[in-house]
Every structure is written in structure tokens, then in C-alpha cells.
């Protein structure tokens, strides 16, 4: 037998085994459909799950009907016999929040609030006989509110907002950019007065003049979620131990009578003379606030399906999605954010998948490789269930091959109004040469859809591959793809409902990603991480 036939031969047989594998495949993708994924859908993004937010009801809700799924299809509990992983999730509230002017009680949320993420671990308790009004608070060229002032164990009054040098008083600036920046001179102000050894600072914000039922919810005195773990323990013990509570303008001129004047006379008088109005206060204010950790209820929903290779099926993919969203709001007629596309579309897709590979595997067709199915809370806390996955991992991060992560996949942005048959690529070609090849032949040879990689960099402005869940897996050098369909109108609003959605587009979407895993959890090679994590070639 010469050279060449037996190339052509291998060749033939080779594509024959392909061709042979993608029928195959097709053949299980049939139930990722649109009435399975409605069927899906319409229970998790439904009023009754109350928009899912992680560490309350709707998130418990979910997590259990995801569980019962994995349960029904046979998928193993591959975290120590449960499919929950609990995460050590807590957020730290306030209790007791109190302050009196002169011995007269002052009414919170509506005189005066405290933010839990201003107050130290153990909370505040301060009483003075008078107190120390600082103007804006600043310290710069050409004018100093603290010139002559001893604020060492005193309470400061302060303007919160504003900069008298510029004219400038806005207490909510409009622009994104104007408000970070107004938020760093705040929190400067704040450094200030804890490094000059003061006792507690009391801003006056003009915003608290009428309060709505939206800011009463942020100042309700719970602390944001966050993981318990080395990095949120030492930042928390390092944070400022400076009291801070923030009054209305009512309640500053109660503090300010003793001294016959009041806020717009202050104003006034500071930025017409250019000069600092700073003076002592004799007037006797007492405030308090305890502080206290609090666990939250949080858990990642596993199923695990075991490869059919003896030696392959160590090695895992992970296909993921988050199933958490941001909960009720207390404006407008609709109290609900269903999060029906944020991501109750990539979780069902997840689910979608998940029904796929076990069908394959139980007419003996199943993956070579193990695929972990991973629906995770907490992403729009800050990708915390994600973030506690890859710091406990339930299999080796060594051995996991890939994650594809589903976020987003139901609806179509404004970009692609005029071409819908499209999906947002992500990171599959930041650490892996070779997993962006198998994503682009796995459209070409079963989907055909646009893959559209605009966002494909770490350079873009909304900054989408570090948004979601793969990227707690690209941190430790494991290659990702993101599927995502982009935000439009409704992305974080309770007008992300179910019937908004596209089911043709999510399924396909979907199919994408299946034929994706059916490539990573057969082939011969795990694919390549080639590429450094700041994209420069691996040596």
C-alpha cells in the first residue's frame, strides 16, 4: 500500500467519523426548543420567583426548581451527594441607627440616614456637647474650611456636596462621570476628617429633603452582599472607623439655629466672600449604629454528567449561567424585575443543554469528557458565585478544560435590528487559539448564525468580558467563551418579561453552544491555552 492512498484513506475515514459525529449530535439537539425553553423560562422569570435576587425567596425558589431539574434527568450531586453548592455569602447591617439634636429623637429615613458601607465593624456610639460646622469640608490652594480648626475628637458638620471656589453646589449631577467624580471628593473629605483623629462627621444632603421610597430602600441598613473570605475580612477590619450620618437640610438647621443662622445663609455667605465660614456649634448631638455580620442563604446549582473515555472523562467543561437577578423595586406599577433575559435565558439554556447531553448519554452517546452543568447566584452582586466556584472548586480548575458561559442570549439589541440571526462572542480567542477555531466551526458546519465579535476585547468601553461569569475562570488561565445577546431597553428594568422574548433566537442560541460542548467534549485535544491572560503569546 503506497504513501498517498493510505493519506487519502486516513483522510476519508477521518471525515467520514465527522460527519458520523455530527449526525449524531444533531440527532440530541432536537429538544433544545423553543416550547422546552418556554416551558423553562416562563416558571423562573415568572411575579411568583419576585426577580430572583440572590439571598432571598425567588433565588431559593430557583435554585430548588434548577435542582429538581438536574434530579429528574439523572445528573449526578457531585458536591459531596447534593447538587448545592452553599456559598459563605454574608452582608454586614445596620441596627439601631439613632440620633438626637438637644435630647430630641430624630426620625430615620426621613431626618437623617446612615449607608452601611460607611460604618466600621462593631458600629458607633458618639455624644458631644457641641460640635464643629466646616463648611464643604475642603482643604486646597486658596481656601481652607479647616484653617484654625481643631477637628481631633469633634463632631463635624459639613456640607456633603459642592466646591465654593467653583460656584459649584449640585447635589445630584446628572452625567455618570460628573457624579464619580463628585463620590472621590466625598470620600476624600471623609479621609480627611478620619486622619485629623474627628469623632464623627455629619453630612448635610439636600437629597434627603424628599426622600422616596427608592432611597428609604437604600438606606434601609443592609450592607451589600459580599463572600466571607480573607480579602473582604481584611478590607473590612482596615475601613475607616469615622461616624457618618447624613441629615436633611431641616434637620442641619436645627444644629445650625444655635449660632442664628442656616444653610442657604452659610451658602450664601461662603461663596459670595470666598471665604470659609467654619465656627464651633454649641449644640448637643448624640448618634448611633450597631453593626453586625449576617449570613446569607446562597447556593450554585450543580449537575454533573461523567464522561464515557476512561481517561478523558478527568477532564472537565463547564457550561454555565447565572440564574440570580436584581428582585422588586418599589417605583412604578410593576414591582418586578423578571429578568426574563438577564439571564433566565441562559439559564434555561444551561438546563436546555443539560437535557441534551443526557439524552445523548443515555442511548449510549454520551460525552467522552465530563460536562459540569453550573447555574450560579450572585452574579449581579459582583459575580460572587462564580467568584466562589473557582476558589472551591468542586473539580480541579487543572482539569477543567473550558467554561462556556450563557448570559443573556433571549432578546435582540438595536444594533441588530435589521439582521437578527446573530450572537455576541466574548473572549473565545483571549487565552485559546484553539477554542476559537472550534466555536467558529461548530456555527459553521450546524448554525450559520453572525458571530458577531465587536466586544471580543479588553479594551471595550462596557468592559463585557469581565462582566459575567466566565471570567472567574479566565482569571485562572482557563479559556471561555461568553454568549451574549446584548442589553437593550429593558436590561435591568421590570419590563425584561418572558414575552419579550425571542424563543426562536434563544434556542438556536443555544443549539450554538451545544454544538460547541459536543466539539470540546469529544475531541481527541483539550484546547490550548496559548495566550497569557493579557493576551500576549504564550512562550
Not at 467519523?17 to 416550547?35: M, R, V
Not at 466646616?134 to 477637628?151: I, K, M
Not at 454555565?320 to 441562559?346: C, E, F, Q, R, W
Not at 433566537?505 to 451545544?514: D, N, W
Request: aromatic share 8%.
Amino acid at each position: 500500500m503506497n504513501k498517498q492512498f493510505l493519506s487519502t484513506s486516513l483522510a476519508l475515514l477521518l471525515c467520514l467519523g465527522c460527519a458520523a459525529q455530527n449526525k449524531t449530535a444533531e440527532k440530541f439537539s432536537t429538544s433544545i426548543n423553543k416550547d422546552n425553553a418556554y416551558k423553562h423560562l416562563s416558571v423562573l422569570a415568572s411575579d411568583e420567583y419576585e426577580g430572583r435576587e440572590t439571598g432571598k425567596k425567588g433565588a431559593w425558589m430557583a435554585a430548588d426548581y434548577i435542582r429538581d431539574y438536574f434530579k429528574s434527568l439523572s445528573l449526578k450531586a457531585p458536591v459531596n451527594g447534593s447538587y448545592f453548592q452553599p456559598i459563605d455569602m454574608v452582608s454586614y447591617n445596620l441596627s439601631g441607627m439613632a440620633l438626637s439634636i438637644n435630647g430630641q429623637t430624630k426620625e430615620y429615613a426621613k431626618d437623617f440616614v446612615v449607608s452601611a458601607s460607611t460604618v466600621a465593624l462593631g458600629g458607633f456610639n458618639f455624644d458631644a456637647k457641641d460640635i464643629v460646622f466646616a463648611g464643604y469640608g475642603l482643604d486646597q490652594q486658596g481656601y481652607n474650611d479647616f484653617a484654625g480648626v481643631d477637628v481631633a475628637g469633634k463632631v463635624v458638620l459639613i456640607f456633603a456636596y459642592g466646591d465654593p471656589t467653583t460656584k459649584d453646589t449640585a447635589a445630584a449631577p446628572a452625567d455618570r462621570a460628573a457624579r464619580r467624580k463628585m463620590m472621590a471628593a466625598q470620600q476624600a473629605k471623609i479621609q480627611y476628617l478620619a486622619s485629623h483623629k474627628a469623632l464623627a462627621v455629619i453630612q448635610i444632603d439636600p437629597n434627603l429633603d424628599n426622600i422616596t421610597e427608592e432611597m428609604k430602600m437604600n438606606y434601609s441598613g443592609k450592607g451589600d452582599v459580599m463572600l466571607k473570605n480573607a480579602a473582604n475580612t481584611a478590607k473590612l477590619q482596615s475601613a475607616n472607623t469615622l461616624a457618618s450620618i447624613r441629615v436633611s437640610t431641616a434637620t442641619a438647621n436645627e444644629l445650625l439655629k444655635a449660632a442664628g443662622t442656616t444653610v442657604s445663609a452659610l451658602q450664601q455667605k461662603i461663596t459670595s466672600s470666598g471665604k470659609p465660614a467654619s465656627r464651633n456649634l454649641k449644640v448637643a448631638v448624640a448618634g448611633k449604629a450597631a453593626k453586625e455580620e449576617v449570613k446569607v442563604r446562597a447556593e450554585n446549582v450543580l449537575g454533573f454528567l461523567e464522561g464515557s473515555d476512561p481517561v478523558l472523562k478527568d477532564e472537565i467543561l463547564v457550561i454555565t449561567g447565572h440564574y440570580d437577578h436584581i428582585g422588586l423595586t418599589t417605583s412604578g406599577p410593576d414591582k418586578v424585575n423578571n429578568g426574563a433575559d438577564d439571564d433566565g435565558s441562559g439559564t434555561t439554556g444551561v438546563m436546555l443543554l443539560a437535557d441534551a447531553f443526557t439524552k445523548a448519554k443515555k442511548a449510549g452517546k454520551g460525552p467522552k469528557r465530563s460536562i459540569l452543568f453550573m447555574t450560579v447566584v450572585g452574579e449581579e452582586k459582583g459575580l460572587l458565585g462564580s467568584e466562589w466556584y473557582s476558589e472551591h472548586p468542586v473539580f480541579p480548575l487543572d482539569k477543567t478544560i473550558t467554561d462556556l458561559n450563557i448570559d443573556m442570549i433571549g432578546r435582540v439589541d438595536d444594533a441588530h435590528q435589521d439582521n437578527p440571526e446573530y450572537i455576541y462572542i466574548i473572549g473565545s480567542d483571549m487565552l485559546s487559539s484553539d477554542l476559537n477555531a472550534i466555536g467558529i466551526k461548530a456555527n459553521d458546519d450546524n448554525i450559520k448564525m453572525n458571530l458577531d465579535m465587536r466586544y471580543n476585547n479588553r479594551t471595550d468601553p462596557n468592559q463585557f468580558y469581565y462582566r459575567s461569569d466566565h471570567y472567574n475562570f479566565a482569571k485562572h488561565g482557563i479559556p471561555v467563551i461568553f454568549y451574549f445577546s446584548g442589553v437593550h431597553a429593558d436590561y435591568h428594568q421590570p419590563g425584561d418579561e418572558v414575552s419579550k422574548i425571542n424563543f426562536d433566537l434563544l434556542s438556536k442560541r443555544a443549539q450554538l453552544v451545544y454544538y460547541t460542548a459536543w466539539e470540546l467534549a469529544n475531541g481527541a485535544k483539550r484546547p490550548v491555552v496559548d495566550k497569557n491572560e493579557d493576551g500576549t503569546p504564550k512562550k
